[in-house]
């Protein structure tokens, strides 16, 4: 099956700019989440849908990210304005698990990531 | 506040040494561990990873230890390659949420 695709894979943008970031999760995975690296620190967890619900938006950062996933299938995340703080790379992730296996894992397959660099 | 803390930063190992990276949490609720492989240019994948009622979960050349009472968790590299090079990121998650807790990632690079 192919992968979870995202693009781009970099967008260089200037600060104050829009940039809209898209992910195609794998067909059939109705979990979506994104998470961002900000260069050296952790992974962070931005938000998760479940189809095209926002199951958990807990990690979104402000209100200058807004991030949809109309019909449940691919999902954007727009910045606007961006600023220099929200460079970093983002990564999503989708999975088809409901419930959680019992080994604990919830079958996440990420996509390389699209890097952002606000200038 | 870092609720999952990771280290070293960076490790460089001889091939054929043991390459060994250490995580800590402070969310007792965490009950599910896992290892993340994130190659240049990929996306992180999934490794190995463990639950709490074991101490020690190996498949093949790697091996998680966990230490419920120190809150602590580490990943052993066996026999390492220059292949093994990439960034690792130790991660936790709990029951009653879906999301992953990184920490903030090892880049370990194997020489040849």
């Known amino acids: 099956e192919a992968g979870v695709t995202q693009f781009p894979s970099h967008s260089v943008i200037e600060k104050g700019q829009t940039v809209t970031l898209r992910c195609d999760p794998i067909s059939g995975h109705d979990n979506l989440y994104w998470y961002r690296r900000v260069m050296g620190k952790e992974i962070k967890f931005l938000l998760h849908?479940?189809?095209?619900?926002?199951?958990?938006e807990s990690g979104m950062p402000n209100n200058r990210f807004l991030a949809e996933r109309t019909g449940g299938t691919y999902s954007t995340l727009k910045v606007q304005p961006a600023e220099l703080e929200d460079s970093g790379v983002y990564f999503c992730a989708s999975s088809r698990i409901k419930a959680r296996q019992g080994n604990g894992n919830y079958g996440y397959t990420f996509g390389s990531g699209t890097r952002l660099t606000v200038v | 506040q870092q609720q999952v803390k990771q280290s070293p930063q960076s490790l460089i190992v001889q091939k054929g040494g043991i390459s060994i990276i250490n995580c800590a949490y402070e969310n007792t609720a965490f009950d599910y561990f896992p290892w993340y492989q994130q190659f240049p240019g990929k996306g992180p994948a999934l490794l190995i990873a463990?639950?709490?009622?074991?101490s020690e979960k190996k498949e093949g050349r790697f091996t998680i230890s966990f230490n419920k009472s120190a809150k602590q968790f580490s990943l052993h590299i066996m026999d390492s390659q220059p292949g093994d090079s990439a960034t690792y990121f130790c991660?936790?998650?709990?029951?009653?949420?879906?999301?992953?807790?990184f920490g903030s990632g090892t880049q370990l690079t194997v020489l040849p």
């Open positions: 849908f479940v189809k095209e619900s926002k199951q958990d």
């Open positions: 463990i639950r709490p009622d074991v």
């Open positions: 991660a936790a998650s709990s029951g009653s949420a879906r999301q992953l807790t």
